[in-house]
Structure formats: C-alpha cells, structure tokens
T-cell receptor, first 113, second 113 residues
Framework: RKEVEQDPGPFNVPEGATVAFNCTYS??????FFWYRQDCRKEPKLLMS???SGNEDGRFTAQLNRASQYISLLIRDSKLSDSATYLC??????????????FGTGTRLKVLA | EAGVVQSPRYKIIEKKQPVAFWCNPI?????LYWYLQNLGQGPELLIR????????DSQLPKDRFSAERLKGVDSTLKIQPAELGDSAVYLC???????????FGQGTRLTVV
C-alpha cells in the first residue's frame, strides 16, 4: 500500500462546477499536510497548507480528518485556469526516523469550457 | 527574492555517461531536497539535507548516484554512469525547516539515450 494515495483522475468538469479530491495517508504520526499544484512540464507549487481546523483560501477549501487519515481539497466555481495536477503531500516519519515529505501521484483536473 | 535555482534545465546524454545537476536553494533555507519525478507520478525523495548533513538518503541508489552540499548552501547531484531508466525530471526543493512548506526549482529534465 502506498503511503499517500490519490485518485489519478482525470476529473473532467465544466466551468463553474464544484470538484473535490481526497487523499489518504497511512502513517498516523504524520505531522503536516499540504496541497501542491503542478502544471504540465512545470514544477510543483504550494497551493495551500492543510490545518486541523480546516482552512479556506478563496475558492479553495482544504480539510483534514486525522481519525480517518485523509485530507480533501474542494474547488468551487472551477475556472479553466484550475486545470492542473493536484498533489497531496504528507510530512511523515520515514524508516530512518526523520520526517520527510511524501507526495501522492497527483490528481489530474481538466476544466472544460 | 530569488526562488530555488536549478541548472541545467535540460540535459541529453548517452547511457553510461556521467551527469551532474546543480541547485541553489532559497537564501536562509536549511533544508534541501532532491526529488525524482517520472511522468504521471508524484515526486519521489532521493535525499534530504539539513544544512550540510544528509539526514535521509535511504532512497538514493548509491551505486550510481551521489550528492553533496559541502557548505550547507548549494548542492549537486551526480549520476555515474547514467542508465536509460534514469530519464526523468530531477527536482530540487528547499524549506526553512522540515515542517514548513517546500519550494521547488524548475527541475532538470534528463534524457538518457
């Protein structure tokens, strides 16, 4: 089982739609959580951190459920420019005992006109 | 403020040849990461530095890969000899510490022919 799992998609949605992505993680000792966005042939860029109480940034809402070990990203009123791959990132303790960022495979979103 | 700088952006080499990548992190960032990203996959950690110390290199194929960060600032990643399967994007990232978000460079796209 992968340490961080995401549905690879693609999710094809019309403009204006609301879309949600989930990500599950296996290490219950994970400390911090992030969503990154990656455009085609570009580097990943931080979209938002995910806090225990949930957080919102404009059209984007991130939530963390520690009991069920998943995080989610909700995008409201999708724009064409939201088309990208969304990477779930978990900061978890590795076998060496140190913490490291573990990326999911990413979920591809395509917003259609 | 300058972001993470990587060079070269692209590299094409023949198999069995050596290759090196360079990374200059964001000023003041103690933590530096090298990741490998294959098409359609999330980044996978190769090595993480805290200042000049490699604190997690468990995923680095040490028979052919090496890395250094001698003065705790910029870093190089080397492959010798390169194999066809090494073709991928090599991403460098840095963060203030292990719990804060990581910022990525544009990556080096390596093609081994």
């Amino acid at each position: 089982r992968k340490e961080v799992e995401q549905d690879p998609g693609p999710f094809n949605v019309p403009e204006g739609a609301t879309v949600a992505f989930n990500c599950t993680y296996s290490n219950s000792a994970s400390q911090s959580f992030f969503w990154y966005r990656q455009d085609c042939r570009k580097e990943p860029k931080l979209l938002m951190s995910v806090y225990s109480s949930g957080n919102e940034d404009g059209r984007f809402t991130a939530q963390l459920n520690r009991a069920s070990q998943y995080i989610s990203l909700l995008i409201r009123d999708s724009k064409l420019s939201d088309s990208a791959t969304y990477l779930c990132v978990v900061n978890a303790r590795g076998f060496s005992g140190t913490y490291k960022y573990i990326f999911g495979t990413g979920t591809r979103l395509k917003v259609l006109a | 403020e300058a972001g993470v700088v990587q060079s070269p952006r692209y590299k094409i080499i023949e198999k069995k040849q050596p290759v090196a990548f360079w990374c200059n992190p964001i000023s003041g960032h103690n933590t530096l990461y090298w990741y490998l990203q294959n098409l359609g996959q999330g980044p996978e950690l190769l090595i993480r530095y805290e200042n000049e110390e490699a604190v997690d290199d468990s995923q680095l194929p040490k028979d052919r890969f090496s890395a250094e960060r001698l003065k705790g600032v910029d870093s190089t990643l080397k492959i010798q000899p390169a194999e066809l399967g090494d073709s991928a994007v090599y991403l460098c990232a840095s963060s203030g510490n292990t719990n804060t978000e990581a910022f990525f460079g544009q990556g080096t796209r390596l093609t081994v022919v």
